[in-house]
C-alpha cells in the first residue's frame, strides 16, 4: 500500500489545482438519472486509456512492452464500425454484438501474433510490437479504406458514450476488467508466474514455468484491452478514424504504468498504481483545459508535469533532495496512505 | 626486515547478515609475493575490495608507506599506487596494445594524442616487463596471456608501489604461466609488493614468499611459504570443517535398490555417455570445470535436447524436451548458477520457494495461502534458513541462505532425482555441513542424487558411486570403496582414466 501512497499524493494534488480553478470541481449530480461532474468524466473519458495500461502493466511486467496498442484501438475500432455499417439495420443488437465479438477477435489474433514474435521467434518486444504499430496503422486503413466510417448505432453507442445504473458504461467495463485481472494475477497464481518469468526468465523456464505459453496469452490479453479501448473510443464519437483513433495511446499507457510504480525492467507489477497513474494523465490533460494553457504549450506543459511527476517518484531523486530539510518525520506518506484507502 | 608498505589492522566489513571480514590484521613488504589464502568465503575478495576503495570499512585501519589511509573509490586507491588486475581481462581487445595501456591518460600535446610519444612509452614500459611486442597492433592479435601482461604494464605505470594479481592465472597454460611468473619476479626485484590470489597450491608454491590465511573472514596466520607444508596451508585452510564432517566420514555402502535413471549413449553437447542411478544413490560426477558435469545434469533434466542416445526414468522411456517434462518424472535441477538460473530477486523467500509447485499446478489452481505459509515454515526450520522472515525479499538473503531456499524449491515436489550442481560452492562453511547433511538424509529415505561438486573431498565423502568427467567426455565410473580417495580421482581425471 506504500508504495501507492505517492501515486496517489499525486493524483490529489492535481485535483486540488483544479478545484482552484473551477468552482464546483467535486461536485458529483444526478440529472436524467446519470451521474454528471468533472470527477466522472475524468473516470469516463479516462476509461480507454486505464484499459489499455492495465493491459501494458502485464507485459511490463514481463519485462517486455508493447507499442502496437495505439494501432490495435484503430483497428478494432474499424473493424467494428464497417462491420456495423453492413448491417440491415444498425440498432440490432445481435448484429452489433457480432461486430464487437469480430473485431475483439482480430485484436485478440494480432496480440498472439505479438506474442508470437516476442516468445516463440524470440524478437525483442519493442522490435516486434513496432512492427503491429507501424503496420497496424495501415491495415486500419484497409479496413476503412481511407475513409472515415460514420455510423448511427444506438447499441454500440452505449459502449463509449451510454449510461447504465447511472453510471457511465465505460466506467462499468473498467470496473469489470479491473476486477477479472485481479482475479486472475492476485487470486489465482498468474500474477506470481508473470513476475517471475518478468524477473528472470531462464530461472523460471527451469523451474517449470511454461513462458512461452504465458507470454502469448500476455500479449493477447493486453490487445484485448486495447482492443476493447478502441470499441469505447470509437462508439464515442460512432465513427472510425484509422489514421487518428488512439494515436499516441502507447505513450500514455507506458506512462501511466510507469507512473503506478511498475518497473520497466520487470517483475513487480501493481494494478492500483496503473488505474491511478493513468487518473494521474487524464487529470492532468483535463487540468490543462481548465487552466487555459495556450493549445499550442500543451503539450510541453503536460511532459514538464511528467517529469516533475517522475522525479517526485523515485526515491534516489527524493533522498538528494530532501535529505537536508526532511529531518523530522516525513508528513507526506500518511497522508497519502489515507487516500490510498479512498481510491 | 624491511618495513611495511602496506599495513592493515583489525580490518572488519560486515554486509546485512554476514561478518565479511572480522578483524583481519594484514600486511605486505615491498619487494615480496605475498599469498592470500583461503576457501571460497574466506573473505579473500572482499579483503581485496576493502584495499582498492571498492567497499569502505567499517572498523580497523590502513596504512599505506605509514600514512594513513581511507579511500572512497578505486580510483583513489590507483592513485595512491595500489594498483589491480582482475582475473577477466578489463581491456579492449580492438585497441592496440599501446592505447590499452594509456587509456583515459593519453600523453597529450594541446589536446591533441601524442602518438608517437605514447607508443614510445609503451614499449619502454613492456621492456621493463621482459616483453617485445609490437605496440601499434591491436590487442587482440595476442595471446591471453600477453594480454594479462598488457593489463599488468597498465597498472604498474600508474607508479604502482602495491600490485594485486587476483587469479591471474585461471585461463593460462602452462608455458604462459611461467612467462608470467618472469614478469612477476622482476616486479619483484624493482621493489613492488605483489599480492598474488590463486587456487592453484602448487603455483603459491613456486612463487609466493610468503602467505596469510583467511577463513570465515577472521585470520590464520601469516607464514613464510617454505616453512608451511601444503598439508598443514590445506588444514589450516579448511579447518573446523575437516572435524564438523568427520561424522559423515564412514562411506557408504553400494545401493542394490531398483534403478531409478538409465541413460545409454546419451549425448549432447557432451559426448554420449552412459550412466545408471538407482533409488536411493548419491551418485557424484567429478570433473575439472568446463568438463561437462553441468552438461549431463541439463540432459536429464531436460534442459538442454539430447541428440543421441536413450533415457529411461523409472523404467519408460522418454524423450526430455523441456524441464516441465523431467519435472513431470520426478527429476528436479538445482543449477550452479544461483543468479542467473535460480534466482528471480524481486521475489520474497516464500514465492521464491514454492514458484516450482506452483507451476507444476499452472496458473489457475493457486496454492492455497495457508499450505504455503505451512510449506515454507517447514522448510525454514528444516533447512536452518535465516533470517527466517518468508517476506522477505531473496536478494537480501545471504549466498548460502538463498541456496537452501533454492534447494527446498524442489524438495517441496518430492523428486524421486534431485540433480545437484555445486550446491555448496560460494556459501559458508556451516550452511555447507548442513546441506552435505541434508544429502545424505534424502538417500537414506529413498531419494536419488545426482551431485556435483569441485571438491572432491565432497565428492567421496557423500557419494555411493563416482563418475569421471574429462573433456566432456565420461572417462570412468568408480565405486566408492576403501581404494578411492582423492588421489586416485584426480589422477583418473588427469589421465583421463586410461590405465
Keep these: 500500500m506504500k508504495r501507492l501512497a505517492w501515486p496517489a499524493g499525486i493524483l490529489v494534488a492535481l485535483l486540488l489545482v483544479n478545484l482552484i480553478f473551477t468552482d464546483h470541481f467535486f461536485q458529483i449530480e444526478i440529472k436524467d438519472g446519470h451521474l454528471y461532474g468533472s470527477l466522472i468524466d475524468i473516470f469516463r473519458f479516462g476509461a480507454p486509456l486505464i484499459l489499455v495500461a492495465l493491459g501494458m502493466t502485464l507485459v511490463i511486467a514481463t519485462k517486455g512492452i508493447d507499442l502496437s496498442v495505439g494501432s490495435v484501438v484503430a483497428i478494432a475500432g474499424a473493424m467494428a464500425c464497417l462491420q456495423i455499417s453492413t448491417l440491415p439495420s444498425q440498432d440490432s443488437i445481435g448484429g452489433v454484438l457480432g461486430a464487437i465479438g469480430i473485431a475483439l477477435g482480430l485484436a485478440v489474433a494480432l496480440g498472439v501474433g505479438n506474442g508470437f514474435l516476442v516468445a516463440i521467434v524470440g524478437i525483442q518486444p519493442i522490435i516486434a510490437t513496432l512492427i503491429l504499430m507501424v503496420a497496424g496503422r495501415g491495415l486500419a486503413q484497409l479496413i476503412t479504406d481511407g475513409q472515415i466510417i460514420t455510423i448511427n448505432s444506438d447499441p454500440y453507442k452505449l459502449i463509449g458514450g451510454g449510461y447504465w445504473l447511472t453510471l457511465p458504461f465505460g466506467i462499468i467495463i473498467v470496473a469489470v476488467v479491473l476486477a477479472l485481472i485481479a482475479f486472475v494475477t492476485r487470486r489465482l497464481a498468474l500474477g506470481l508466474l508473470i513476475e517471475s518469468v518478468g524477473g528472470n526468465a531462464e530461472a523460471s523456464r527451469l523451474s517449470g514455468i511454461r513462458s512461452h505459453g504465458l507470454l502469448i496469452v500476455v500479449y493477447a490479453f493486453c490487445a484485448l484491452c486495447a482492443g476493447i479501448a478502441g470499441l469505447m473510443i470509437s462508439s464515442n464519437v460512432s465513427s472510425a478514424d484509422g489514421n487518428n483513433a488512439g494515436l499516441w495511446i502507447e505513450l500514455d499507457a507506458i506512462l501511466a504504468v510507469v507512473i503506478g510504480g511498475t518497473s520497466l525492467a520487470g517483475g513487480r507489477f501493481s494494478l492500483g498504481g496503473t488505474v491511478l497513474g493513468a487518473l494521474i494523465i487524464q487529470t492532468l490533460t483535463t487540468t490543462i483545459y481548465s487552466l487555459g494553457v495556450p493549445p499550442e504549450t500543451t503539450l510541453l506543459f503536460k511532459a514538464l508535469v511528467v517529469t516533475i511527476v517522475c522525479l517526485l517518484q523515485s526515491p534516489a531523486f527524493r533522498a538528494k533532495v530532501f535529505r537536508s530539510r526532511r529531518k523530522p518525520a516525513p508528513p507526506t506518506v500518511p497522508a497519502g496512505e489515507k487516500v490510498t484507502v479512498r481510491t | ?499
Design chain 2, 1 to 499: 626486515m624491511a618495513e611495511a608498505i602496506l599495513r592493515m589492522t583489525g580490518i572488519g566489513k560486515e554486509f546485512p547478515g554476514v561478518r565479511a571480514l572480522d578483524g583481519v590484521d594484514f600486511r605486505l613488504l615491498p619487494g615480496e609475493v605475498h599469498a592470500l589464502m583461503g576457501e571460497n568465503g574466506a573473505g579473500k575478495s572482499t579483503l581485496i575490495k576493502v584495499l582498492t576503495g571498492v567497499y569502505s570499512i567499517d572498523s580497523g585501519e590502513i596504512e599505506l608507506a605509514g600514512d594513513r589511509v581511507a579511500f572512497t573509490g578505486p580510483l583513489e586507491a590507483q592513485k595512491a599506487g595500489i594498483s589491480t588486475v582482475y582475473q577477466e581481462v578489463n581491456l579492449c581487445p580492438n585497441l592496440s596494445v599501446a592505447e590499452n595501456v594509456f587509456i583515459g591518460r593519453e600523453p597529450r600535446r594541446f589536446g591533441r594524442i601524442r602518438w608517437r610519444e605514447m607508443r614510445r612509452r609503451a614499449a619502454e614500459l613492456l621492456t621493463r616487463l621482459d616483453l617485445a611486442i609490437d605496440v601499434a597492433k591491436p590487442l587482440s592479435h595476442y595471446s591471453l596471456a600477453i594480454q594479462q601482461m598488457v593489463a599488468i604494464a597498465r597498472a604498474i605505470d600508474v607508479d604502482a608501489r602495491v600490485l594485486i594479481l587476483d587469479e591471474p592465472t585461471s585461463s593460462l597454460d602452462a608455458g604462459e604461466v611461467a612467462q608470467l611468473f618472469r614478469v612477476m619476479r622482476r616486479l619483484k626485484e624493482q621493489g613492488i609488493a605483489i599480492l598474488f590470489v590463486s587456487h592453484f597450491l602448487d603455483q603459491i608454491y613456486e612463487i609466493a614468499d610468503r602467505m596469510t590465511i583467511l577463513r570465515n573472514g577472521r585470520l590464520v596466520g601469516e607464514y613464510v611459504t617454505a616453512e608451511l607444508p601444503q598439508v598443514e596451508l590445506v588444514g589450516k585452510m579448511i579447518g573446523r570443517e575437516l572435524a564438523e564432517l568427520e561424522r559423515l566420514d564412514e562411506r557408504p555402502p553400494a545401493r542394490t535398490s531398483d534403478t531409478l535413471v538409465e541413460a545409454t549413449e546419451l549425448g549432447g553437447r557432451v559426448a554420449p555417455f552412459s550412466l545408471t542411478i538407482r533409488e536411493g544413490e548419491v551418485v557424484g560426477l567429478a570433473g575439472l570445470l568446463g568438463s561437462g558435469r553441468t552438461e549431463i545434469a541439463r540432459l536429464l533434466f531436460g534442459a538442454d535436447h539430447a541428440a543421441t542416445g536413450t533415457l529411461r526414468i523409472g523404467g519408460d522411456q522418454v524423450t526430455l524436451r523441456t524441464p516441465r517434462g523431467a519435472m513431470a518424472r520426478g527429476v528436479a535441477f538445482c543449477s550452479e548458477n544461483r543468479r542467473e538460473e535460480g534466482l528471480i530477486p524481486e521475489l520474497t523467500v516464500r514465492e521464491n520457494l514454492i514458484l516450482a509447485l506452483q507451476a507444476r499446478r499452472g496458473w489457475s489452481r493457486p496454492v492455497p495461502r495457508k499450505k504455503q505459509d505451512e510449506l515454507v515454515a517447514k522448510y525454514i526450520k528444516a533447512l536452518n534458513i535465516r533470517p527466517d522472515n518468508p517476506e522477505m525479499l531473496i536478494r537480501n538473503l545471504s549466498g548460502g541462505n538463498q541456496q537452501k531456499v533454492l534447494l527446498a524449491r524442489w524438495l517441496i515436489l518430492e523428486p524421486r532425482l534431485l540433480i545437484l550442481d555445486e550446491p555448496t560452492r560460494g556459501i559458508d562453511v556451516g550452511a555447507k555441513a548442513e546441506i552435505q547433511k541434508l544429502v545424505v538424509e534424502l538417500s537414506d529415505g529413498g531419494m536419488a542424487v545426482l551431485f556435483i561438486s569441485a571438491e572432491l573431498d565432497e565428492v567421496l565423502r557423500l557419494s555411493h558411486k563416482v563418475a569421471v568427467l574429462r573433456d566432456r567426455r565420461l572417462v570412468a565410473e568408480l565405486p566408492n570403496d576403501d581404494t578411492l580417495t582423492t588421489d586416485v580421482l584426480m589422477e583418473t581425471i588427469a589421465s583421463g582414466g586410461a590405465k
